[in-house]
């Protein structure tokens, strides 16, 4: 996955999700600038998609057990 395949990931997960919009944009803000600190790209790329999949996965078990 590139960059701009995250931000496009981001952006459909945002519109998903709108709950998660600001969590979402920090992850990715955090990916982008551990990139431009040198860190490296996959691996950043692929944190922030994980992390995302939590916060989404966390949100609707959250969401689940509120009707409960």
């Known amino acids: 996955m590139s960059i701009k395949q995250l931000a496009d990931y981001c952006?459909?997960?945002?519109?998903?999700?709108?709950a998660l919009?600001?969590?979402?944009?920090?992850?990715?803000?955090?990916?982008?600038?551990?990139?431009?600190?040198?860190?490296?790209?996959?691996?950043?790329i692929?944190?922030?998609y994980m992390a995302i999949e939590g916060e989404i996965q966390e949100y609707l078990y959250i969401k689940d057990n509120e009707s409960i």
């Open 11 to 18: 952006l459909g997960m945002i519109q998903e999700f709108p």
């Open 46 to 48: 692929e944190l922030c």
């Open 21 to 44: 919009e600001n969590e979402i944009k920090d992850l990715f803000q955090l990916a982008v600038d551990e990139i431009e600190q040198g860190e490296s790209a996959p691996n950043e």
